[in-house]
Structures are given as C-alpha cells and as structure tokens.
C-alpha cells in the first residue's frame, strides 16, 4: 500500500540554522499539508498546498516557513533561522481530488533545535 | 474559536475490556469529523463522519456522531495490546482549505 514518506525521521540542528524537512506524497495526491505537534500538545496545522502554491496558512506560519513543491514529486518544508520553540514533530499529509477530506499522513520528522 | 475536547485523556484496560472514547466540538462551517489512530508512526485514518446517526463500523471499531448535540464517540469491543494508541479526532471545515484542527488525543493502553 503506498504511503507518505518523511525524511529525515529526526534532525538535530542549531539555533539559527536552517532546515528543510521533506516529505514524498503518495504519486496521485494533489493536496498537501503540513502540522506540527509540540511535545505534550495537539496536532496543529501549517499550512495546505494545492496546485503549486499556498492555500491556507495558519498564525504559526510566518516568515521564517516555506513550503514547495521543487520537482513535482517531493514537498518540502523549510524553516529558516529556527528557534527553540521550533522543537517538534513535523507531520506531511496528503489527500486525493476525488476524497479530498480524508488525509494521509506520514510518519513525522522530529525536529530538535539546540 | 474552534475547538475539539477528547476524552478521556489517557485510558488503561484489559484485553477484552470494551472502551468508549469521546470527542466533543465547537465550530463553525463543520463539514466532517475524523478519527486517527497514532501509534509511534504515521496517524493512520479509521472513519470520517459527516452525518448524524449512522453508525460507522470497521472490525470491533464503530464510531457515530450526534450533530444536535456536537459530539462523537469511538467504541472499540474486545480490546487487544495492538488497539494501544493515541486516537485522534479531528474536524474539517467547508469554508477555507481542507485543514483539520485536532483533539488532544486519547492515549489508550490494553494490558494483557
């Protein structure tokens, strides 16, 4: 069964630094999205994705996030000059034009910022 | 503001014991209710509810949801260790994107 697929499955870094988490959607989703989860909180949303460019984004989303989508297959997440509070679970989800409710997640990049 | 309450927030039962989990909302522009299951991997989806009253079922796994009174629940009957995890409960939106706000979760341990 094809699923969505996270790499690195955690990434230490600096503050300051910049990081890119990817993510591979499964071949035939069109809509993508990024959460968080901050350790001992809920799941919060990014940001969505469709047709190359940004949807919807949330307060979390500021300037120091993108997103894209380089070569049609892999979806990317970059934070540019992280901060503590950046320390997460980073979730990639995808869904389908014909269910587009239903998302399908992969199995999260822990991102810990020193 | 939206918002999704889950509960219980942690469960602990034997095998063969059956659970009911709980997710209550308020929101607006509410199209449809999730459950996920979150093992230490990927939260894998179980039903989307959009209706109330119809039961959805899967295995020993059932869900509803009550519109009236903004709420659903998760059954899950004979419960095994494998059914250990956190289960999410998520809500969409039909104005906006396809984005889900989630529930806290219930972290479920089945002792044997």
């Known amino acids: 069964e094809p699923e969505v697929t996270q790499t690195p499955s955690h990434q230490v870094t600096q503050m300051g630094q910049e990081v890119i988490l990817r993510c591979v959607p499964i071949?035939?989703?069109?809509?993508f999205y990024w959460y968080r989860q901050i350790l001992g909180q809920k799941v919060e949303f990014l940001v969505s994705f469709y047709n190359n460019e940004i949807s919807e984004k949330s307060e979390i989303f500021d300037d120091q996030f993108s997103v894209e989508r380089p070569d049609g297959s892999n979806f990317t997440l970059k934070i540019r000059s992280t901060k503590l509070e950046d320390s997460a679970m980073y979730f990639c989800a995808g869904s389908l034009t014909e269910t587009k409710n239903i998302q399908y997640f992969g199995a999260g990049t822990r991102l810990s910022v020193l | 503001e939206d918002k999704v309450v889950q509960s219980p927030l942690s469960l602990v039962v034997h095998e063969g014991d059956t659970v009911t989990l709980n997710c209550s909302y308020e929101v607006t522009n509410f199209r449809s209710l999730l459950w996920y299951k979150q093992e230490k991997k990927a939260p894998t989806f179980l039903f989307m509810l959009?209706?109330?009253?119809i039961e959805k079922k899967s295995g020993r796994l059932s869900s509803i949801l009550d519109k009236k009174e903004l709420f659903s629940i998760l059954n899950i009957t004979a419960t095994q260790t494998g059914d250990s995890a956190v289960y999410l409960c998520?809500?969409?939106?039909?104005?906006?994107?396809?984005?889900?706000?989630f529930g806290t979760g219930t972290r479920l341990k089945v002792l044997a």
């Open positions: 998520a809500l969409s939106f039909t104005s906006g994107t396809y984005k889900y706000i």
């Open positions: 071949s035939n989703h069109l809509y």
């Open positions: 959009t209706s109330s009253g």
